[in-house]
């Protein structure tokens, strides 16, 4: 299990650059996937999703890769913006009726 | 644009106090979920609830929690004897067709359990 007081994974990127999250799903069997956004004091906002039967999908300026034969999810942000700054969720819908999120990852931008 | 409305924004209580949290989701949605996220950590499901019942719960969502949706507009959560471990920003969702599609979240709920 997770301890108490789990630090994020940090990202800093240079504004105008692109920027890569990364994360690892834990269930084989999850069919659906969906990236959210988190501002300070805010809920999770949609970014893209993605389902299992496909490898990418694109959005503006975000794309998301599947690679499912190592369980693995990214974000791709073309272009970073400072209002880009915020921390990146991973989720996956484990069959049944449930969206479980992943660790997050707080995106720093810099000037 | 529609959205999740949650309220209150902030709610303090007394440990072993009873609290309600209210949601009002979107309104052609018929599925609504309840998150609690820690500070500083991830996103945690409690509850989904369809059809007046719950279709899933974590083991989080133990005797002390309920959900009920009185009205046709107001989906809430409710902790019977609340514990300083409850404290934790709580999140509605709602969707259109479960969690195969995505869910909307509203701007949560902060709960401090003194």
């Known amino acids: 299990g997770e301890s108490v007081g789990l630090h994020l994974p940090t990202l800093s990127v240079q504004e105008g650059d692109n920027s890569i999250i990364n994360c690892a799903y834990s269930n084989s069997a999850s069919d659906y996937f969906i990236w959210y956004k988190q501002e300070s004091g805010k809920g999770p906002q949609f970014i893209i999703d993605?389902?299992?039967?496909?490898d990418k999908r694109q959005g503006q300026r975000v794309t998301v890769l599947l690679n499912k034969t190592v369980k693995h999810l990214s974000l791709q942000i073309a272009a970073t913006q400072p209002g880009d700054s915020a921390v990146y969720f991973c989720a996956e819908n484990i069959r049944d009726d449930k969206i479980i999120f992943g660790k997050g990852t707080r995106l720093h931008i810099l000037p | 644009e529609p959205e999740v409305t949650q309220t209150p924004s902030h709610q303090v209580t007394q440990m072993g106090q009873e609290v309600i949290l209210r949601c009002v989701p979107i309104?052609?949605?018929?599925?609504f979920y309840w998150y609690r996220q820690i500070l500083g950590q991830k996103v945690e499901f409690l509850v989904s609830f369809y059809n007046n019942e719950i279709s899933e719960k974590s083991e989080i969502f133990d005797d002390q929690f309920s959900v009920e949706r009185p009205d046709g507009s107001n989906f809430t959560l409710k902790i019977r004897s609340t514990k300083l471990e409850d404290s934790a920003m709580y999140f509605c969702?709602?969707?259109?067709?479960?969690?195969?599609?995505?869910?909307?979240f509203g701007s949560g709920t902060q709960l401090s359990v003194l």
């Open positions: 969702a709602s969707s259109i067709q479960g969690s195969s599609e995505k869910l909307f």
């Open positions: 993605i389902r299992s039967n496909m």
């Open positions: 309104s052609n949605h018929l599925y």
